[in-house]
């Protein structure tokens, strides 16, 4: 069982940065596959980034690719999500999600926290 809490959203300008945080209380934490998603108003659920268990291999969509940076640290059980050149189209409500099979952007996600909202002004 993992609990997971999205934090760090909010309120940014176009071509600012945030980074998003997900903490899990899991003890085996570093065992997981770790995803980031997001849902805009209006669309479908869609994989943004997604991480292997130590954090050495990662994938991304390719509406984020160069401008997102998916990165997790074991020690502290937290995955993050750097995002920079924010555009308006990521407006969107954020989660994170964990699996214990193979990682991967389109995989079985079995934990997921309750999101943050991030929205991008123009």
């Known amino acids: 069982q993992v609990q997971l809490v999205e934090s760090g959203g909010g309120l940014v300008q176009a071509g600012g940065s945030l980074r998003l945080s997900c903490a899990a209380s899991?003890?085996?934490?570093?065992?997981?596959?770790m995803g980031w998603f997001r849902q805009a108003p209006g669309k479908e659920r869609e994989s943004v980034a997604a991480?292997?268990?130590?954090?050495?291999?990662?994938a991304y969509a390719d509406s984020v690719k160069g401008r997102f940076t998916i990165s997790r640290d074991n020690a502290k059980n937290t995955v993050y999500l750097q995002m920079s050149s924010l555009k308006p189209e990521d407006t969107a409500v954020y989660y994170c999600?964990?699996?214990?099979?193979?990682?991967?952007?389109?995989?079985?996600?079995?934990?997921w926290g309750q999101g943050t909202q991030v929205t991008v002004s123009s």
């Open positions: 899991g003890r085996t934490f570093s065992s997981y596959g």
């Open positions: 999600a964990s699996t214990s099979a193979t990682w991967g952007l389109s995989v079985k996600y079995d934990y």
């Open positions: 991480i292997n268990w130590s954090g050495r291999s990662t």
